[in-house]
């Protein structure tokens, strides 16, 4: 069997078995050498001597080239953050942990409602679940919780699932900054609705006199396993419980905390 003009050629021969009506399938596929596309893709019957007329069958379209798999895409920083956190900024967006709208102004004090957006997207990421998904299988969970000032759903969540309190008036007070001890307090409780047990020993501060007493255990813990660190380079160091948490700090802790659990 042979093709014509530019298409390839195929030579095959055959011992056809001495009985009537005998006749051999097989695949074949012809292609042209100038267009690259097949002339014929399918199963060619064989009968007795008959000769296969080939230039009478339809042409197949060529398979396409599977499409190139896209380069990954760098993470990018909007603006400078400090020399000491910008290494793991840079790892917290290229693991896509950082919401959007956080991902600047890193020098600047992070709000408690920025905090929970970036709380509840590693929830997600570290779960691989929805939150409502994750609440919904939290045994301590809140059934109802609202805020008079937020209808934020992180901050909703957040509070469902016992990683952040209202105001004593009720309010949730989403655009006031945090302190580092509400930091520690919000990354354990996290650590906490994804399964870890954040008991841990006391850690000496040498400012431990100023850490309120509902605080210390959250920050034995974050301290512990190496989120939260001494804010200066004394021993025992500061832990500067009342001091405010930048964003900087919040996206480097947050990717800390991800990578531990």
């Known amino acids: 069997i042979t093709g014509t003009k530019d298409w390839t050629l195929l ?39 008959k000769p296969v007329d080939y230039a009478s069958l339809a042409p197949v379209e060529a398979p396409k080239p599977a499409e190139p798999t896209p380069a990954p895409v760098a993470p990018t920083l909007n603006g400078e953050p400090s020399a000491w956190a910008k290494e793991e900024i840079l790892k917290a967006l290229e693991a896509d942990l950082v919401p959007e709208h956080v991902n600047s102004a890193y020098t600047t004090d992070i709000t408690r409602s920025d905090f929970c957006d970036l709380i509840i997207k590693m929830i997600e990421k570290k779960s691989g679940k929805a939150i409502a998904d994750v609440i919904a299988g939290y045994a301590d969970a809140k059934a109802d919780v609202s805020f008079p000032d937020t209808d934020s759903a992180n901050v909703i969540a957040a509070a469902k699932l016992g990683i952040v309190n209202g105001r004593s008036s009720g309010a949730f007070d989403p655009t006031a900054n945090i302190t580092r001890q509400e930091a520690a307090k919000m990354l354990a409780l996290a650590a906490k609705v994804l399964g870890a047990d954040i008991t841990a020993s006391e850690v000496a501060f040498a400012d431990a006199d100023s850490i309120y007493a509902w605080a210390k255990e959250f920050i034995y813990y974050v301290n512990t396993i190496g989120v939260m660190n001494g804010t200066s380079t004394t ?8 001091r405010t948490y930048t964003r900087e700090q919040s996206i480097l802790t947050v990717y800390r905390l991800w990578g531990a659990l």
């Open 235 to 242: 021993t025992p160091p500061n832990f500067s419980p009342l």
């Open 11 to 49: 030579s095959v021969t055959f011992t056809m078995p001495e009985v009537e009506d005998a006749y051999i399938q097989f695949p074949v596929k012809f292609w042209s050498v100038l267009s690259g596309a097949a002339w014929f893709d399918g199963l060619a019957v064989v009968e007795g001597d």
